[in-house]
């Protein structure tokens, strides 16, 4: 089973937006609602950001939504603040009770 | 609240084994998954397993298939994963996470697992 490709790194100023992909195959991302995505800060445990594509749970800041098109997932951060700076990866069941995670992506806030 | 509560560091020589525990507390231990995922030093998250909630029954990475063994004490709210044929590439935080189907809600702190003769 082979990582999910992201970008090692995106960035963007404060109250912009940053998108960040994630490419699988139709055999994850593509062939379930199944990807969640996590951030990471340095130093601690990842946090749920989104799950099941789209839904963020309760706490998340509203500012960060997720989407899918064929093999390749999405998530944006929308007015970006100074915190958002992190780690994030995205995970998808893959099959036969397997999952997998996507290589993470570095958001830096300039 | 969900707690996931991980052992201490570790460090170990090539070739032998460590086992890691992660207990937990503030919900129904049987209702939930328990997987488990590691990150070597400045690296990115890496699947490796996970025991199923229902009927127990537990699935490994192909990477770890055969060295790796996931287990749980229901008594003691208590998860384990236990990695043999330990080397070097093997050092790494490793955590654990409840998950709710493909979800993982809660993790636990994580637990560095050094390798090094």
């Known amino acids: 089973q082979s990582a999910l490709t992201q970008p090692p790194s995106a960035s963007g100023s404060p109250g912009q937006s940053v998108t960040i992909s994630c490419t699988g195959t139709?055999?994850?991302?593509?062939?379930?609602?199944?990807v969640s995505w996590y951030q990471q800060h340095p130093g601690k445990a990842p946090r749920l950001m989104i799950y099941?594509?789209?839904k963020r749970p309760s706490g998340v800041p509203e500012r960060f939504s997720g989407s899918k098109s064929g093999n390749t997932a999405s998530l944006t951060v929308s007015g970006l603040q100074a915190e958002d700076e992190a780690d994030y990866y995205c995970?998808?069941?893959?099959?036969?009770?397997?999952?997998?995670f996507g290589t993470g992506t570095k958001v830096t806030v300039l | 609240q969900v707690q996931l509560v991980q052992s201490g560091a570790e460090v170990k020589k090539p070739g032998a084994s460590v086992k890691v525990s992660c207990k937990a507390s503030?919900?129904?231990?049987?209702?939930?998954?328990i997987h488990w995922v590691r990150q070597a030093p400045g690296q990115g998250l890496e699947w490796m397993g996970w025991?199923?909630?229902?009927?127990?029954?537990?699935k490994y990475s192909q990477k770890f298939q055969g060295r790796v063994t996931i287990t749980w004490d229901t008594s003691a709210t208590t998860a384990y994963m236990e990695l043999s044929s330990l080397r070097s590439e093997d050092t790494a935080l490793y955590y654990c996470?409840?998950?709710?189907?493909?979800?993982?809600?809660?993790w636990g702190q994580g637990t560095l697992v050094t390798v090094s003769s």
């Open positions: 139709s055999s994850d991302v593509g062939g379930y609602k199944y």
């Open positions: 995970s998808s069941y893959a099959g036969n009770s397997n999952f997998v």
């Open positions: 099941e594509v789209s």
């Open positions: 996470a409840r998950s709710t189907g493909s979800t993982y809600d809660y």
């Open positions: 025991i199923n909630d229902g009927n127990r029954n537990t």
């Open positions: 503030g919900y129904t231990f049987t209702s939930y998954a």
